[in-house]
């Protein structure tokens, strides 16, 4: 090795052990609004798993907090409300991690009546960047 890979090295490893205090984070949020209950099933492409689960309250969300590691990691969720007819999303890729271990990452998903919002950032608000599915009942 030479001089500028070792410095690599130890940069990448400094960097890395700095970084991983912060963990990185998907957030499913339900904005539906008027009470509507937003089910979500979530599972990474490992064993994790959220089974079926229902976040009732304006406002209310599943937060997964979580380390990267070697290998691909993936999330899924499917996403189901009903007013006057089914609304779903099946099998959005909420996170697909990098080559590089990241962190502090955030894939925040909203739902709300109108469609799906997103942010990757902290600082800035979702966005729509999706419409729901429907069928009627
Ligand atoms: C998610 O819920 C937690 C408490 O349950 C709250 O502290 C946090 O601010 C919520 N996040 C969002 C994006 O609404
Ligand atoms: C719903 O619609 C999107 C496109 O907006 C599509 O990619 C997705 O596969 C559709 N199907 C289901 C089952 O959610």
Redesign the pocket.
Known sequence: MNHSKIFMLVFLLFFGLYEAKNPNRI?V?NQLGSGIPLQYHCHDNGDKDTGVRTLSEF???W?HTFFDSIGVIVWNCDLHFQTDKEYYFDNLEVYRNGIIIRSGQLR?WTARLDGIYFTRDYKKPVEHVLNWNSTNI
């Open positions: 957030i949020h406002n209310s969300n937060t925040q």
